[in-house]
């Protein structure tokens, strides 16, 4: 199972409970060593009664939709605090030191949490805290200059990711190896091209793939159209990859790392949303 999702794509994650080792049981071509000083399973001391041992079970449930409901709404609904009160009680000459840092520190976030084996569940509130400000502080930098932008953003975003859902369950979409290759091959040289974009913009090389209101740009916005198109392809890949974890019986703390994943995908249709309705109100 892959996703494009550089979340959900550790080989490690999403793997069925049965298929992990249990603890009292020696992992397969490693046979559990004698522990001297206590008896071994069918073993005794002399004196004491037999008392048959029992097999060990590890006390946790796997993944099911209603966790990966409750967590994406507890990392959404944190992020969209965090987002409307950077929003609300933001300075403005604090405006660029915060898109610039909380960028950076949400992208390092990123990057630690989906490398990690182990989700933890305190490091995606944290990566949605500091999303949170960068989203607060990228929005404020829009709403001032087109006035109701960020609202229709908004409802934007929500809309896209319902009609996608709809349409993944009510037209049963197969994912298939191909798609999955195109879509993360795509998604990779898209970053590639915009990290690009983001270093010439640093020594003063304008390549006209992103504007903040300079005016109509085609080219701005056929780069964001192609970004919102591999956002929604990736929202796929998540539902995908989300319904497959739960059907395999994956570990229930695996909701956490499905929550974060959906998160990251929704801040980036967001933006690309919130780009192309910015060219348009431009023009």
């Given at each position: 199972?892959?996703?494009?999702?550089?979340?959900?794509?550790?080989?490690?994650?999403?793997?069925?409970?049965?298929?992990?080792?249990?603890?009292?049981?020696?992992?397969?071509?490693?046979?559990?060593?004698?522990?001297?000083?206590?008896?071994?399973?069918?073993?005794?001391?002399?004196?004491?009664?037999?008392?048959?041992?029992?097999?060990?079970?590890?006390?946790?449930?796997?993944?099911?939709?209603?966790?990966?409901?409750?967590?994406?709404?507890?990392?959404?609904?944190?992020?969209?605090?965090?987002?409307?009160?950077?929003?609300?009680?933001?300075?403005?000459?604090?405006?660029?030191?915060?898109?610039?840092?909380?960028?950076?520190?949400?992208?390092?976030?990123?990057?630690?949490?989906?490398?990690?084996?182990?989700?933890?569940?305190?490091?995606?509130?944290l990566y949605a805290a500091i999303e949170g400000i960068f989203i607060g502080a990228?929005?404020?930098?829009?709403?001032?200059?087109?006035?109701?932008?960020?609202?229709?953003?908004?409802?934007?975003?929500?809309?896209?990711?319902?009609v996608t859902l709809a349409a993944y369950k009510a037209f049963r979409i197969k994912?298939?190896?191909?798609?999955?290759?195109?879509v993360l091959i795509s998604t990779m040289a898209f970053a590639g091209v915009m990290?690009?974009?983001?270093?010439?913009?640093?020594?003063?090389?304008?390549?006209?793939?992103?504007?903040?209101?300079?005016?109509?740009?085609?080219?701005?916005?056929?780069?964001?159209?192609?970004?919102?198109?591999?956002?929604?392809?990736?929202?796929?890949?998540?539902?995908?990859?989300?319904?497959?974890?739960?059907?395999?019986?994956?570990?229930?703390?695996?909701?956490?790392?499905?929550?974060?994943?959906?998160?990251?995908?929704?801040?980036?249709?967001?933006?690309?949303?919130?780009?192309?309705?910015?060219?348009?109100?431009?023009?």
């Open positions: 199972m892959h996703s494009t999702n550089p979340v959900l794509s550790r080989p490690d994650a999403f793997t069925s409970q049965q298929q992990q080792p249990q603890p009292g049981y020696p992992q397969q071509g490693y046979p559990q060593q004698p522990q001297y000083g206590y008896p071994q399973p069918g073993q005794q001391y002399p004196g004491q009664p037999y008392a048959p041992q029992q097999p060990v079970q590890a006390a946790r449930g796997v993944m099911t939709i209603d966790d990966v409901i409750t967590k994406t709404a507890i990392t959404l609904g944190g992020l969209i605090v965090t987002a409307a009160l950077t929003f609300m009680f933001l300075p403005i000459e604090l405006l660029y030191p915060s898109l610039i840092i909380s960028g950076l520190v949400g992208f390092v976030t990123v990057l630690f949490v989906s490398f990690r084996r182990l989700v933890n569940p305190a490091m995606v509130l990228f929005s404020l930098l829009f709403e001032t200059m087109f006035p109701g932008i960020v609202v229709q953003a908004v409802l934007g975003t929500f809309a896209a990711a319902g994912v298939t190896n191909r798609f999955r290759k195109v990290l690009l974009n983001f270093v010439m913009a640093l020594f003063g090389v304008d390549m006209g793939l992103r504007t903040v209101g300079g005016g109509f740009n085609m080219l701005a916005l056929i780069a964001s159209a192609i970004g919102v198109v591999l956002a929604v392809f990736n929202l796929i890949m998540d539902f995908d990859y989300i319904e497959q974890g739960i059907a395999v019986q994956a570990p229930a703390s695996e909701s956490w790392r499905a929550a974060f994943g959906l998160t990251v995908t929704m801040v980036w249709l967001y933006t690309e949303l919130l780009r192309i309705l910015s060219y348009f109100r431009s023009n």
